[in-house]
């Protein structure tokens, strides 16, 4: 078993049930969710929006790999309603460009592993900087 930490954010429709639902949708499609965090209510980060964010974090105890844990969650983020995904920084943007969602999970951890693919870096490159990530992983890191 791997444990995994995720990072959920909700700035669309009724935010605290899209954490709910991701957090369930997570326990069948990822593994079992053992920590859950508290929900936090935080501004837009890197863009601007006139609606707050919903932000929380879970500990998963997961078989899957973390590609697999990736694939699981752009579907559960799919299923509940996610159209668009925020673009990584690239010639025409040099900056990530960032959208309102009903649903955002992040891969923050993964045991103590590293991971520097096009698609997936772990631990996530920028919760550092990132109040909302960090004040919620604290509360549930063992």
């Known amino acids: 078993m791997h444990e995994v930490y ?3 954010g ?3 429709g009724d935010k605290r049930k899209n954490i ?3 957090i369930e949708k997570i326990g069948e499609q990822v593994g079992e969710v053992v920590r859950q965090s508290a929900l936090y209510e935080t501004e837009p980060w890197g863009f601007e929006s ?3 964010f919903v932000n929380a974090a879970v500990k998963v105890m997961t078989e ?3 590609m697999e844990v990736l694939r699981a ?3 559960i983020e799919r299923e509940l309603g996610r159209r668009k995904k ?3 920084p690239n010639t025409h943007h040099p900056s990530p460009v960032y959208h309102d969602r009903p649903i955002d999970i992040d891969i923050l951890l993964y045991d103590d592993w590293i ?3 096009p698609e997936l870096r772990i631990p996530h490159p920028l919760m550092y900087k990132r109040d909302f990530v960090m004040i919620p992983l604290r509360e549930i890191l063992d």
Do not use: I, M, W
Request: aromatic fraction near 0%; glycine fraction near 0%; charged fraction near 20%.
């Open 73 to 75: 969650t752009q579907q």
């Open 20 to 22: 709910r639902l991701a």
């Open 50 to 52: 006139e609606n707050r």
């Open 64 to 66: 899957l790999l973390p």
């Open 6 to 8: 995720l990072s959920l």
């Open 10 to 12: 909700s700035n669309l």
């Open 115 to 117: 991971v520097d693919e």
């Open 86 to 88: 925020s673009q990584s």
